[in-house]
Every structure is written in C-alpha cells, then in structure tokens.
C-alpha cells in the first residue's frame, strides 16, 4: 500500500542510477525529495539490491565486528566510565551528547547480551532435556514391561 506519491519511471531510473554510483539512501532521498524508507523500500520492492546490500546501505557499513562479544561487565564498565565522566563540570553539548550515546549503547548492549546468554543456557538444557527424553524412549522400547 503506497503511502506518499506513486515513483515516476524517471525517478525509478535516477534511483538506478545513484545506486549504482553508490550513493547511500539518505543523499538518493534529498536528490529525489522522498524518505530515506521510501528510498529503502522501493529498493526491496524492485529488487535493486541483495539482502546484505539492503542492511548495509541502511545502516553503517563501516562498523567493524569484533570477534568476541565483550561481557556484561565490560559492558557496565563502559556505562560506569560514561557516568563518571558525564559529572564533570564543563562539558560541552556535543560531548553530554555523546556521553548519552555511549550510556544507551552500554545498556542496550548489556540487555541483549543477558537475553542471549539467557537463551543460549535454554537451548543447552532443551537440548539435555532432548537427550534424556531419547535414552528414555529407547529403555522403555527394550523393557515394555508396566
């Protein structure tokens, strides 16, 4: 269901066009006056990009993954530091801002790293519990005795 104007076909061929010149949805959107959602779902819709093109035109392609997640204390860690140094006198906007940022992140980070942990313990006891329920059903199958 559209929301906003129908694409004109001149305006699906200058998308094409600063797709392929890389250009990221936010400049595609000011150049053809539309959102950066309506950039980003007329590229799923007629499908000018892969999946993995799709999310890192979207969002930052330039983060680097780490190769092991940092721990929830690692992660308070960073909150703790952030904390700390938001009370110190004179501090300028920008950096309470960023200060702000970083707490956010801390504690997002720390919540779905708990639920990750949280369902990573869940899946080894099912799978225990998966186990258990086979030895089980293979005894009672060689004893069928009441």
Do not use: H
């Amino acid at each position: 269901m559209t929301k906003g104007k129908p694409w004109t076909t001149e305006e699906e061929e200058q998308l094409k066009i600063l797709l392929q010149q890389e250009k990221s949805y936010g400049v595609i959107a000011k150049v053809l006056g539309k959102s950066k959602n309506a950039v980003y779902q007329k590229c799923v819709d007629v499908g000018l990009k892969s999946k993995e093109e799709e999310f890192r035109g979207y969002t930052s392609s330039s983060l680097k993954l780490p190769s092991e997640l940092p721990s929830v204390e690692e992660a308070l860690k960073i909150l703790a530091a952030a904390l700390q140094e938001s009370t110190k006198k004179g501090l300028d906007k920008v950096e309470v801002q960023r200060l702000q940022v970083v707490a956010t992140l801390s504690r997002t980070y720390k919540d779905l790293l708990a639920d990750y942990i949280d369902y990573r313990g869940i899946e080894a006891k099912l799978l225990e519990l998966e186990e258990k329920y086979e030895r089980l059903a293979s005894n009672a199958q060689k004893d069928p005795s009441p």
